[in-house]
């Protein structure tokens, strides 16, 4: 999965801390994507964003979650005041242009872990 | 609400046979779909789409046959060969507002081939 990059790979924080996930798209991309997976299930949607513009957040949890992808630098998913729910994988992925055809490129994931 | 059903958790064939891989879906405004592939630890990464003008899209091994009535699709692999252990995922996006950015994707079939 090179190009779309997730920093760190596995971050683990104990109950209360806040944890803060950080996706660098593929070159070129300007449309980012994340998603959460629990043990033994697919993928669900949480946030679409563009450069400074969240366009789809209907998958994000109302409280303690956030994103945000400025005009430079990574985007970053922040969970605040973690609880044990929400340990799972979470995975960002992007396309370039419209993703209207153009499929979703995976990174690696980061493997959040709460103590 | 499971709008992706994988209903085949796993699913075990030999080397050189043809592995077949289902999805049905229950949202008729899904317009295309996507099969990724995942090894343990790492990202899915992109295998094959079809959007919903058409009935079958084919690339080397792996083609994807689209039934619009049944709302269902499979993934076909022939040759299969060792390699393609992993877990499949079928995705699905809709049409129309800000719906296609978000994949919905089914739990997953474990593919083991063997040698």
């Known amino acids: 999965n090179a190009g779309v990059m997730q920093n760190p790979r596995h971050l683990v924080r104990r109950r209360g801390q806040e944890a803060r996930l950080r996706c660098s798209p593929m070159?070129?991309?300007?449309?980012v994507y994340w998603y959460r997976q629990l043990p033994e299930e697919g993928l669900k949607f949480m946030v679409y964003?563009?450069?400074?513009?969240?366009?789809?957040e209907s998958g994000m949890p109302k409280e303690r979650f956030s994103a945000e992808f400025p005009k430079e630098g990574p985007s970053i998913l922040r969970i605040q005041q973690v609880v044990r729910g929400d340990s799972a994988a979470y995975f960002c992925?992007?396309?370039?242009?419209?993703?209207?055809?153009?499929?979703?490129?995976f990174g690696d994931g980061t493997r959040l872990s709460i103590l | 609400d499971q709008q992706v059903k994988q209903n085949s958790p796993s699913l075990s064939v030999q080397e050189g046979r043809i592995s077949i891989l289902n999805c049905d879906y229950t949202?008729?405004?899904?317009?295309?779909f996507l099969w990724y592939k995942k090894y343990p630890a790492e990202g899915p990464t992109f295998l094959i789409s079809?959007?919903?003008?058409?009935d079958k899209n084919e690339d080397g091994r792996f083609t994807v046959f689209l039934n619009k009535s049944a709302k269902h699709l499979s993934l076909h692999i022939v040759p299969s060969q060792p390699g393609d252990s992993a877990v499949y995922f079928c995705?699905?996006?809709?049409?129309?507002?800000?719906?296609?950015?978000?994949?919905?994707f089914g739990q997953g079939t474990i593919l083991t081939v063997h040698p």
């Open positions: 079809i959007s919903s003008i058409k």
């Open positions: 949202n008729s405004m899904f317009d295309y």
């Open positions: 992925a992007s396309s370039k242009d419209s993703p209207a055809i153009k499929p979703q490129h």
């Open positions: 964003l563009q450069k400074e513009n969240i366009i789809d």
């Open positions: 070159k070129g991309h300007s449309h």
């Open positions: 995705a699905a996006r809709g049409s129309g507002g800000t719906s296609y950015g978000k994949l919905t």
